[in-house]
């Protein structure tokens, strides 16, 4: 069955940074558009980053935009997603996606920017 495994998150000060990991399993990575998006508590769920498969494109919210960068790495199966200058406003629960017909979920890690 389809596996994504979140991991990275963390307590950071703010101007700090981290990188997010996304492990996927029993899916044929390269042909998956994948997504992370982020929840903070009381707030809609955001689209982050998205980048593409076999041809990828890229793209980020205007919230993260300068400051994320979303990746990936076909031989592992794993996406990843660069936080630099994280603010408070950042905190939140990230989850990546798997998306083709469907979408797949991971269970998400924690990111918590506080001093």
């Known amino acids: 069955q389809v596996q994504l495994v979140e991991s990275g998150g963390g307590l950071v000060q703010p101007g700090g940074s981290l990188r997010l990991s996304c492990v996927a399993s029993?899916?044929?990575?390269?042909?998956?558009?994948m997504i992370w998006y982020r929840q903070a508590t009381g707030k809609e769920r955001e689209q982050v980053a998205i980048?593409?498969?076999?041809?990828?494109?890229?793209g980020y919210s205007n919230s993260v935009k300068g400051r994320f960068t979303i990746s990936r790495d076909n031989d592992k199966n794993t996406v990843y997603l660069d936080m630099n200058n994280l603010k408070p406003e950042d905190t939140a629960v990230y989850y990546c996606t798997a998306k083709l017909l469907e979408e797949h979920w991971g269970r998400g890690t924690q990111v918590t920017v506080s001093s």
């Open positions: 029993g899916i044929t990575f390269i042909g998956y558009t």
């Open positions: 980048i593409t498969g076999y041809t990828p494109s890229i």
